[in-house]
């Protein structure tokens, strides 16, 4: 600390401080602000010189090194400029608090800071692999020292962003001590110390949290390895609670040496099996996972697998009686207490004789137990050592008794049991996770094409089930492709056919209208533009008769103007320009062959990329017919949903086309209305959603909540005050919208009433615990660009997948009327199946109970849960949820050692390839 009477110097920067002590604090502040910013550089100097310098070190090495560090510098340079400009205009009422909170409440630096510290084991593990296997790496890091004396070496320099954060909590709290009340800092500072405390506290949750992911799956992998017969043990939320030698009876009523494992959803019973000509039984009869490691010294043989569920203990409660505890320890403190009563009794003034004899008595039955071998004075009461184990089997239920060493083993492991029973009870009260069905592989026609989107038809097929009609595009041609729903474990997809020369962006179903109305005059009142038919509409219908492969050839089968567009359709209107559409009376009066729209039918509107809206049936063979309406609009289409007498559609210039119908009728295609949402400039409309009977529509970082009515804007609110983070995906549940921003993993739940933020989810946590099995340059690849990438609500389920292919489910909240804030965090479940590129997109389909058959992979669990399901519920319909992307990749392999051949055999086939995967939800 400078002397209070001295002038405060730092790289050029002049204070003048008498007693100021908020001026001393602050320049410390800057001092040790400046000092990082160095040492950040020298990283960014050493990682400059490896990456290009392959001879001492592997560039891969290099990247995970020194991941996020060029990141943390750039955020700590404008932290610096900042300081440094508050100190050059420095008095008494200077504020700093609020450059801190600014720099801090970013999402950009609490996503670096929590890549670097995710990544930080990842960076020292390259280290200790380089120093090994290089020595020129070696000694270029003895040079680089000499070099730079007086600084840190990299091992230190590398955990001073660990260390950093904290550093600023507990200079922002000296400042506070040394802030008055009425200060104009005062109130910023104080929301410093409290984001910054909540920073910490969340980076150390999170390190701590995936450690602990990463150990979790080490330990089950070993465990996997040492049980002959055992597959599939590694499982999301499994942990490994305990292991236990008991002994069991035989058929033959002999009494042989069993071990359990128990698990927070399994028990395991093995017994022992030899190990390199020896069989030694393990060193402890009983421990915890911390300790399981001394379970290697033998090998074990697969007996029984049963999930904590079909279990129940024969006598739940644990015996009340102490004796259920009698083990030396107990004896012994009974002991000490009766001596004390001896000593005691001597005191007594009265006849105490008959106390003195019993309880010499008492104590000369413990001395006597005591002497006996620890084995043998347990045996004397077996009963207090006993477990009986009820299993619910498809034959029946079925009792297996189970005896521990001693009653206190008997009792802890029934504890554990008990615990975890609770907790997966506690956990299933929540939700269910969905059961997995099937991947179903969409081959290319064209290189480059890649899924966009997906929509499930409203009107249902010859098997009484809703079809799914899937998107696929590379910027020249749009595909869409049919998949039929049937009874039966898999669909069918029946149809795959190019419909523009352009990318499809988006489609949506479309309901019928409530009854149906004379389509002659919906006709004559100009309402929509009729389209020739090129084939009858009682024509021969291949949908569900012709069964194709899934790679299909349908470049060269498109007619000619399906595969062209022509030149009027190529010459749009400006953004801001409001297109019409229009039509003579003599037009619009029906001539032989043309098609009248029936309104009730419900329809598939696909809108492309240069302004194009192709109208189908929803039961047409789109293999053999050409769309039934089309619109043109000014601009690219970006969304398209609809409410029961309009349809939206957002655009690329920031308008939004609104179609209607009247009663009974079908959709005025050629009479657009207009909402323009006056932007200062073009600007997508990435989102809308109904919420309340009201438009959201999402633009740049802003929502936008439309009357539907009136079709005016009512509010607007920015998600975040960062204009250069866009809104990409929006969904609702009841009151609850959930939003994610363009390049992040942080969910945010807002009021639907309130248009308040009341929560946030970081995803990146789950996300690297699911991601902890596999290979490290992998998983370094998939968290360079982490984000979230699609987002759907079923039931009280939200699914969200990510640019790593993982998807993850979140029990969704119940949003109240007046929530200012969630109580608590909702629970996020990992879901072992998902893609090996980036989640396209998510749909739900509902589909009925009797369609939905489960695969044989399907657990006992999920099919108990059906039966109950079924007796409980009126109308026994299922969900079915699809998500479409990059591969198809079982995140288990990579932990399996006995799937990693087959994984890498079908690596480069599934990357290559767009999967749809299917649950039962």
């Known amino acids: 600390m400078i002397r209070a009477d001295t ?7 002049v204070l003048f401080a008498d007693t100021d002590f908020r001026t001393h604090i602050v320049r410390e502040l800057y001092d040790t602000e400046s000092s990082y910013v160095d040492s950040l550089q020298i990283l960014e100097k050493y990682y400059e010189t490896l990456k290009n310098n392959e001879e001492v070190v592997d560039k891969t090495l290099a990247s995970n090194m020194f991941y996020q560090i060029p990141s943390i510098t750039a955020h700590h340079l404008t932290l610096l400029e900042g300081l440094k400009d508050r100190i050059e205009h420095w008095d008494n009422r200077q504020k700093i608090g609020d450059l801190v909170v600014d720099t801090f409440t970013k999402e950009s630096v609490i996503d670096t800071y929590t890549a670097f510290i995710n990544n930080w084991k990842t960076a020292k593990d390259a280290i200790k692999l380089a120093k090994s296997t290089r020595p020129c790496f070696v000694k270029f890091l003895e040079d680089w020292t000499r070099e730079h004396r007086g600084k840190l070496d990299l091992d230190a320099l590398l955990i001073m962003p660990v260390q950093r954060i904290p550093r600023y909590e507990l200079l922002i709290k000296e400042l506070l001590k040394h802030t008055a009340e009425d200060h104009p800092d005062r109130a910023d500072l104080e929301l410093a110390q409290n984001e910054l405390h909540d920073l910490a506290l969340k980076i150390n949750a999170m390190e701590s949290e995936v450690d ?37 009876s ?22 022992l099996k030899r190990k390199s000509g020896t069989m030694r039984k393990p060193l402890s009869h009983s421990c915890s996972p911390q300790l399981y490691p001394t379970l290697d010294s033998n090998k074990y043989r697969l007996l029984m697998k049963v999930s904590l569920e079909d279990l129940e203990l024969a006598k739940p409660a644990l015996c009340s009686s102490k004796r259920s505890f009698s083990d030396r320890e107990i004896i012994e403190r009974d002991l000490e207490k009766l001596n004390r009563i001896s000593e005691l009794s001597v005191s007594l003034s009265g006849f105490h004789q008959p106390l003195d004899d019993a309880v010499r008595s008492l104590m000369s039955g413990l001395s006597r137990q005591l002497s006996l071998p620890h084995s043998n004075y347990v045996s004397e009461t077996p009963a207090l050592t006993k477990v009986e184990l009820s299993i619910a089997t498809q034959s029946g239920v079925e009792t297996i008794a189970v005896s521990f060493l001693t009653a206190s083993k008997r009792n802890a492991w029934e504890r554990a049991f008990l615990d975890a029973k609770q907790a997966l009870a506690l956990g299933h009260n929540r939700r269910q996770p969905p059961d997995f069905l099937t991947s179903i592989p969409i081959g290319k026609t064209r290189a480059g094409l890649q899924l966009t989107c997906a929509a499930a038809t409203t009107d249902t097929n010859a098997h009484d089930l809703k079809d799914i009609w899937v998107c696929k595009s590379d910027g020249y041609v749009g595909q869409v492709c049919i998949l039929n729903m049937q009874p039966g474990p898999q669909p069918t997809l029946t149809s795959c ?12 179903s479309i309901p019928p209208a409530a009854s149906p109305a004379k389509t002659t005059d919906i006709l004559h009142s100009g309402n929509v533009s009729p389209i020739l038919s090129d084939h009858s509409s009682s024509g021969t219908d291949l949908h569900g008769a012709e069964r194709m492969a899934i790679d299909l050839d349908s470049g060269e089968e498109s007619s000619d103007e399906e595969a062209s567009i022509d030149d009027q359709s190529r010459s749009l209107p400006s953004d801001k320009e409001t297109f019409q559409m229009s039509f003579s009376e003599d037009e619009m009066a029906p001539k032989v062959g043309e098609h009248i729209p029936d309104p009730s039918q419900g329809t598939m509107w696909v809108g492309m990329e240069d302004g194009r809206i192709f109208v189908y049936y929803c039961n047409d063979n789109i293999r053999i017919r050409k769309a039934r309406i089309r619109i043109q609009l000014p601009a690219a289409i970006h969304s398209i949903i609809s409410t029961e007498n309009s349809v939206f559609v957002g655009m690329v210039n920031g308008q939004i086309a609104v179609f209607g119908r009247p009663p009974h009728g079908f959709w005025q295609t050629c009479h657009p209305d207009f909402i323009d949402l006056k932007l200062s400039q073009a600007a997508p409309i990435q989102r809308m959603l109904i919420v309340c009977g009201r438009l959201w529509c999402a633009c740049l970082n802003m929502i936008f909540v439309v009357n539907v009515t009136t079709l005016r804007v009512e509010i607007t609110f920015p998600v975040v005050t960062d204009a250069t983070r866009n809104v990409s995906c929006l969904v609702s549940s009841g009151l609850g919208v959930w939003i994610s921003l363009h390049n992040s993993t942080v969910l945010r739940l807002c009021h639907a009433l309130t248009c308040q933020i009341i929560g946030e989810i970081n995803l990146t946590p789950s996300v690297q615990k699911m991601l902890a099995g596999c290979d490290e340059i992998l998983r370094q690849h998939k968290f360079a660009c982490l984000r979230i990438t699609a987002l759907l609500t079923c039931k009280d389920l939200l699914w969200v997948g990510t640019s790593a292919g993982v998807i993850m489910t979140v029990n969704m909240p119940h949003v109240l009327q007046g929530m200012s804030k969630l109580t608590s965090m909702p629970t996020v479940t990992g879901i072992w199946h998902g893609h090996a590129g980036q989640v396209r997109f998510l749909q739900a389909v509902e589909q009925p109970a009797t369609a939905c058959t489960l695969p044989q992979s399907s657990t006992r669990r999920s099919i108990r849960r059906d039966r109950r399901h079924s007796v409980s519920s009126g109308t026994p319909h299922k969900m079915m949820v699809i998500s479409g992307g990059d591969g198809y990749e079982d995140f288990r392999c990579s932990a399996h050692s006995n799937h990693i051949q087959a994984s890498m055999d079908s690596m480069g086939r599934e990357d290559n390839t767009s999967h749809l995967l299917m649950w039962h939800c």
Do not use: H, Y
């Not at 058929?251 to 395991?268: A, E, Q, T, V």
């Open 7 to 13: 002038k405060m110097v730092a790289c050029g920067v």
């Open 212 to 248: 602990e992911a990463e150990r979790t799956i080490i330990r089950l992998k070993e465990l996997e390895l040492n049980i002959d017969g055992l597959n599939d043990l590694v499982e999301p939320n499994r942990k490994f609670l305990k292991f236990d030698l008991v002994t069991m």
């Open 250 to 271: 035989s058929g033959i009523g002999m009494k042989k040496d069993r071990c359990l494992f128990l698990f927070s959803d399994l028990l395991i019973i093995t017994n």
């Open 497 to 508: 056919v190019a419909v523009s020369n352009c990318k499809i962006t988006c489609i949506a």
